[in-house]
């Protein structure tokens, strides 16, 4: 495969672009199928299959669609997808690398197979086995900005909470309060195809990588400059904590898999995605220093390598 097809197609982690889509791009595409026994869910969803040249679409455009009537909740909706696009710049007393919302949640959190948190505000509160607790939408804000974008929590009451806060719940309006969308979770690698973390090879990985990755992150994972975009950095200290989802190999891999090379989501295999995940991760990045409180009922995932309550190690 050319380098420059690579170029045009493939990055795993996307940065903004500032642009605005036109209306045309800004079609929903059709529904995913909903749990079993439901009717189709409408999934207002930027297809899997959109590449660079579309990633700045969004579905839903605080620029040209509807809003809050009250201009102060309308403005904080804007400013939260600023934040999203444009972390570092938008909050930065909270930001602590070089990673934005928007390199995880692609197309402003919006596309098919990209971790979209369309409907996802609806969800909350919910129960998460690492805080082992239930969590608001709030907290898990919170710990994205701990974790995935290694800096400090925002108050509750903070314009970036705030802000952050009104974009995902303008996002959820009109998704069904209470139940999962059927696009959440689907990023997950089946448990019956996880390969136990002790026979990963990040030798293999590192192959995968240079085949499939290293044409838009480089062979030191920070990224290559493609014009209209510049992949967010994989490793080192503008990359995510060790105690982020994204730390996690399985998470990791099965954003991989359904995600990457971007718009041509599925190239890898199960398999693939879960060796180049590893060959990632066994890169140096930022400690979390609050790990000993994850996890509380004892339970940590075989995945979650950061945590020295594991001994398992990746093969090197």
Do not use: W
């Given at each position: 495969m050319s380098r420059p097809y690579l170029r045009r197609t493939a990055a795993l982690l996307a940065l903004t672009l500032a642009a605005c889509s036109s209306d045309a791009e800004r079609k929903a595409v059709p529904a995913a199928k909903a749990d079993s026994g439901d009717a189709k869910q409408a999934a207002p969803l930027v297809p899997a299959s959109a590449g660079l040249d579309?990633?700045?679409?969004?579905?839903?455009?605080?620029?040209h669609d509807s809003l809050p009537a009250d201009a102060h909740e309308a403005e904080q909706v804007r400013l939260g997808l600023r934040i999203f696009r444009n972390t570092r710049a938008e909050a930065a007393r909270f930001a602590g690398n070089g990673l934005t919302c928007e390199n995880c949640?692609?197309?402003?959190?919006?596309?098919?197979?990209?971790l979209p948190l369309v409907g996802v505000a609806a969800t909350f509160p919910q129960y998460r086995a690492r805080s082992?607790?239930?969590?608001?939408?709030?907290?898990?804000?919170?710990?994205?900005?701990?974790?995935?974008l290694n800096g400090t929590a925002p108050a509750m009451d903070s314009r970036e909470m705030m802000a952050i806060s009104a974009y995902l719940t303008w996002l959820s309006a009109g998704q069904p309060v209470g139940r999962s969308p059927a696009w959440r979770g689907a990023n997950a690698i089946p448990k019956a195809a996880q390969i136990p973390v002790e026979r990963l090879d990040t030798a293999v990985g590192r192959a995968l990588y240079g085949q499939q990755c290293v044409a838009c992150h480089g062979?030191?994972?920070?990224g290559v400059d493609l014009r209209v975009a510049k992949p967010g950095p994989l490793w080192g200290p503008r990359s995510w904590n060790d105690g982020a989802g994204a730390a996690r190999i399985y998470t990791l891999a099965g954003y991989v898999r359904r995600?990457?090379?971007?718009?041509?989501?599925?190239t890898l295999s199960d398999e693939q995605a879960q060796q180049?995940?590893?060959?990632?991760?066994s890169q140096p990045r930022p400690k979390f220093a609050g790990w000993a409180r994850d996890y509380p009922a004892g339970a940590v995932p075989?995945?979650?390598v950061y945590d020295p309550r594991h001994t398992r190690t990746t093969k090197r």
């Open positions: 579309r990633i700045a679409t969004l579905v839903r455009d605080p620029a949640h692609l197309n402003g959190g919006q596309k098919e197979g990209a082992g607790r239930l969590i608001s939408l709030q907290d898990r804000i919170a710990d994205c900005f701990q974790r995935s062979a030191d994972g920070q995600a990457m090379p971007l718009g041509r989501g599925g180049v995940a590893a060959y990632i991760n075989p995945d979650a």
